[in-house]
């Protein structure tokens, strides 16, 4: 693609992005993201850059349409949903899989998967380690963010993110699970 052709597609991004910038805050708002532990401006950020490959991929100068805007939001808050439910499920099967090793009183097992959850879970920021451990706890996210004096959208986000840097820890560590 000529630089020329990258300029126009830069501007006409940029335009569409004006155009429909509102349009895009109240979508998202509808889909109450923050239930999912997602951040508006992850998402948003999500959305203009699939609004910049189209234009990025469209070698013709065709306007981005409403529909096509609607599209686009739909499924970048579909997919970030969906992943945010595979990790809560994840992170849900690592905790029954703790709780099975107390019932079952294998000690050897129960001490070797604590301990490298222990290490991993130090490995990874202060305020998310707590959050993640008093979750494992059994308490919410409502309860850590009343325990904690934070806001539910700051629990949830360092949850999450938490959750993000601990399967990487453990995944370092060999552990695998299925999302």
């Known amino acids: 693609m000529k630089n020329i052709d990258i300029e126009a597609s830069r501007t006409n991004a940029e335009s569409s992005i004006r155009k429909y910038s509102r349009y895009i805050f109240y979508e998202i708002g509808k889909f109450r993201h923050f239930g999912y532990g997602l951040r508006r401006d992850d998402l948003l950020q999500d959305i203009y850059m699939k609004i910049w490959m189209y234009y990025k ?5 065709i306007p981005i349409s409403g529909p096509y805007i609607d599209r686009i939001i739909n ?3 579909m997919n970030s949903i969906k992943k945010s439910k595979n990790e809560i499920k994840a992170l849900n099967q690592l905790k029954s899989n703790i709780q099975d090793c107390f019932v079952q009183g294998d000690d050897s097992q129960l001490d070797i998967l604590k ?3 222990r290490d991993a ?3 990874i920021k202060a305020p998310s380690r707590k ?6 706890t059994g308490l919410t996210l409502t309860e850590i963010a ?3 004096g934070w806001s539910k959208s700051k ?16 995944r370092e560590e060999g552990i695998y699970y299925e999302d």
């Open 57 to 61: 991929n469209n070698d013709k100068d």
């Open 75 to 77: 499924s970048v808050l």
């Open 115 to 117: 301990e490298v959850i």
């Open 121 to 123: 879970l130090n490995k």
């Open 131 to 136: 959050a993640i451990s008093l979750y494992l």
């Open 146 to 148: 009343k325990l904690n």
């Open 155 to 170: 629990t949830n986000n360092l949850y999450y993110r938490g959750i993000d840097e601990l399967k990487k820890k453990l």
